[in-house]
């Protein structure tokens, strides 16, 4: 599934409503609504007057959060279908596939380099040809692992 990324601006703004939401949890009014640092940042919201105030707060924050790219962004990236990130750990750790093609990309970088250590100095026109055209394949390999990795 594609969807727009989520901006670094998305991102902070919508960690702000994440933020002001955990504070009016606790009962604290988040301390970029207070005009002062002396103001009872106490909140209750048994208050109509106070929750009133809040929620306009919170809409008013999430009128420019991409609260919703980020998120859903996230559900993307979790979700097992796209096979991003590695469902068996309790961290975000990448799928077991990138760590494979990495390993067989350094691997095959390896053989590469052997190759060309092995054939080039001959100065054999035959060898040339041969290392040409495992260069051919070699890009053409990388290409795949790229367009793998970035799908």
């Given at each position: ?62 009128d ?11 559900a ?6 796209n ?20 390993a ?48």
């Open positions: 599934m594609k969807m727009a990324k989520a901006s670094p601006a998305d991102i902070e703004n919508a960690m702000a409503v994440c933020g002001a939401l955990d504070a009016l949890a606790n009962s604290q009014l988040p301390t970029q609504w207070l005009d002062h640092e002396e103001d009872d940042d106490w909140f209750s919201e048994r208050d109509d007057l106070e929750a009133a105030a809040a929620l306009r707060n919170l809409l008013k924050m999430t420019t959060s991409g609260l919703f790219r980020v998120v859903t962004g996230m993307v990236l979790l979700d097992p279908v096979r991003i990130v590695d469902q068996d750990q309790d961290a975000l750790e990448i799928h077991p596939r990138f760590s494979a093609m990495l067989l990309s350094e691997e095959q970088n390896a053989v590469i380099k052997a190759l060309r250590d092995l054939f080039s100095p001959s100065g054999h026109h035959e060898f040339a040809n041969m290392v040409a055209s495992v260069d051919d394949l070699i890009e053409r390999t990388n290409a795949t692992i790229a367009n793998a990795k970035g799908a």
